[in-house]
């Protein structure tokens, strides 16, 4: 599966505007023009083409009509549509809730298909199996995003509703004239097929309400009531001042080719987007965000904001936790410092803009969906979630099954282990020839209810043994405290390929190998990696993984070199 941005329409190239124009002449006709090359271009600065260019990428694109307002901000559709596709790929990577005390844990809320023209058919198959669930009387799974400060196309919302069919939305402003604009294209006939009405529910918010209304939650199931958003988004008003906005257009900082048709209020608030997310982080701290939302998130328009932000996450907040103690209320503090987030960027033509999200909860994600940023921003982003072997040469024969057979026997007996995925063929780029078995790929996943890596534990497990009591069963039905995705690949097919950002702080040790670091790797080398995808302990992943990686190296005899 393509990570965020790469399943863009638009990653590879921009929309073609002499097709969209023919297509839709009385809406885009006016606003293109044709260079002495050929090439059909639109006028950036001019707000009327901008908003003619929105209202047809949204109906050609995504089958929605969706008029633009003159007097408020035009989202451009490209960029908002990368924040969406990395949303999705923070609840695709998020494993199902520790709190029914289950597993195997199985993915929140799976990625549609690539994007394909036949889209629209796959949504309409998807909302065929939505219709036969109910009428088998199987609960629709809805997934419930938080919008904070939807404008007034409610962006977001449009594109998450097009895109899957089970995401809902609850989206806040306080323009209320943005409100009621986003709501007539809710309402709009044309768009009654995309069952947006049910989905899409806009909050009038006063300045002075919280940013995260968890007032207001909605769903009379067990799963709604105990969880209020799998997500929320963002794009706060990115300037401090109107002197600043002004700066920024001069400086062509910012918005180097689009017409800024943002209102003061959309544009503008009281110390910045740095205040405004700052804002939002604390109001997480609170104990009912922490434990109903799964991951909270925004786009920033400035690179600065980023590593202000990460600090923000990373002190140490005071958390204040009512807790009534008979007959006196006492107020208890707890320290609270966030270390699950993850960072983004995304490039569109000459835009850059970044986005952060954080989580309270015990999922984790893969490397390429938290540290998706550049090397000015590396610094700053969460540590590598993936520890991993490369076995050099490998004359012995091993293949990736072979290597997780002996990981599984390893775990037997300490953690449930399921076989997630089986084989599946690694992704590879299209000039790959056929290699045969070398894209064999396997995974596993072990899930740990009680520490069973520690020395403490392991010892526990000796002492047991000589004195000939048999070992005390795992339980597997109480929730799991840690759990990781163990996947063994040809180093060709794993490594980069399938779409795990290189690790910086990846713990990375070759076994069996007399080369030079940096050699090319031999095709035949293989790959076990062990990539966290569940627990709130940073420690207890390392000693695990660690200490698995070290007890696979062992029970495999070495190399005989000679023979290579
Ligand atoms: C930059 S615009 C983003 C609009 C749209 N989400 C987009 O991405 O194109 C910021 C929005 O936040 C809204 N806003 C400002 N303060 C807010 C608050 N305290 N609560 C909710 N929305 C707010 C503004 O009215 C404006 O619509």
Redesign the pocket.
């Known amino acids: 599966m393509l990570r965020g941005t790469a399943r863009s329409p638009y990653a590879k190239k921009p929309p073609d505007f002499d097709k969209l124009a023919k297509l839709y002449p009385k809406q885009l006709g006016p606003h293109v023009t044709e260079q002495g090359n050929g090439r059909v271009l639109i006028d950036f600065q001019n707000g009327d083409a901008c908003r003619a260019l929105t209202q047809v990428l949204l109906l050609h694109d995504f089958g929605i009509h969706a008029p633009q307002a003159a007097d408020r ?1 035009c ?1 451009p559709v490209p960029n ?1 549509l990368n924040y969406v596709l990395w949303v999705q790929d923070l609840l695709a990577a998020s494993l199902q809730s520790s709190t029914t005390g289950t597993s195997p844990p199985t993915a929140l809320c799976e990625i549609p298909s690539p994007w394909s023209a036949a889209i629209e058919s796959e949504h309409r198959s998807k909302r065929q199996r939505i219709e036969d669930d109910k009428s088998s009387g199987q609960p629709e799974v809805a997934v419930q995003i938080l ?7 409610g ?2 919302p449009l594109l998450g509703c097009a895109l899957d069919d089970r995401w809902t939305f609850t989206a ?4 209320g004239e ?1 409100l009621n604009l986003a709501q007539k294209i809710v309402d709009a006939p044309e768009n009654e097929s995309k069952r947006l009405k049910n989905r899409i529910r806009y909050l009038l ?1 006063k ?1 002075s ?1 919280s ?1 995260l209304p968890l007032d207001h939650a909605e769903g009379t199931g067990a799963a709604e009531r105990a969880l209020l958003y799998h997500a929320t988004m963002c ?4 300037y401090t001042s109107t002197d600043e906005m002004k700066e920024s257009a001069e400086a062509k900082v910012d918005m180097p080719s689009a017409a800024c048709t ?1 209102t003061e ?3 503008i ?1 009281q110390g910045g987007e740095v205040t ?1 997310v700052t804002r939002m982080i604390r109001e997480s701290l609170a104990p009912e965000a922490r434990e109903k939302i799964v991951w909270l998130s925004s ?1 920033l328009g400035k690179i600065s904001s980023v590593s202000a932000l990460v600090k923000e996450l990373q002190s140490n907040r005071v958390s204040h936790l009512e807790m009534v103690v008979s007959p006196l209320a006492q107020i208890d503090q707890e320290l609270v410092q966030i270390d699950n987030y993850a960072l983004t960027e995304f490039v569109q033509g000459r835009t850059r803009r970044w986005a952060i999200a954080w989580s309270h909860q015990a999922y984790r994600l893969p490397d390429s969906v938290a540290r998706n940023v550049g090397p000015s921003l590396r610094t700053h982003a969460p540590p590598s979630n993936r520890v991993f072997k490369t076995f050099e040469q490998n004359p012995a024969g091993h293949k990736p099954r072979s290597l997780l057979g002996k990981l599984a026997e390893l775990l037997r007996g300490t953690a449930k282990v399921t076989e997630s995925c089986g084989s599946e063929p690694s992704e590879r780029s299209s000039d790959q020839k056929d290699e045969g078995d070398n894209t064999e790929r396997v995974l596993l996943d072990a899930s740990f209810s009680v520490d069973t890596w520690s020395r403490a534990a392991r010892r526990a497990r000796e002492r047991a043994a000589k004195e000939g009591q048999s070992a005390q069963p795992v339980p597997t039905s109480t929730a799991p405290i840690l759990c990781l995705r163990c996947e063994s690949a040809y180093q060709g097919a794993s490594g980069t390929s399938h779409g795990e950002a290189p690790a910086q702080n990846s713990s990375e040790r070759s076994i069996w190998s007399k080369t030079e670091p940096g050699r090319p790797l031999q095709q035949t080398s293989l790959v076990v990696s062990i990539t966290w995808t569940y627990g709130h302990s940073r420690a207890d992943f390392a000693a695990c993984s660690n200490s698995l990686l070290r007890r696979l190296e062992t029970s495999i005899p070495p190399v005989n070199h000679t023979q290579a």
């Open positions: 901000l989202p908002r919008d904070i400060g939807t404008g007034a196309s962006i977001y806040t402003d306080t323009d943005s918010r300045r309400d940013l794009n706060p008003p990115f943002g209020s959309e544009m608030t405004f786009m």
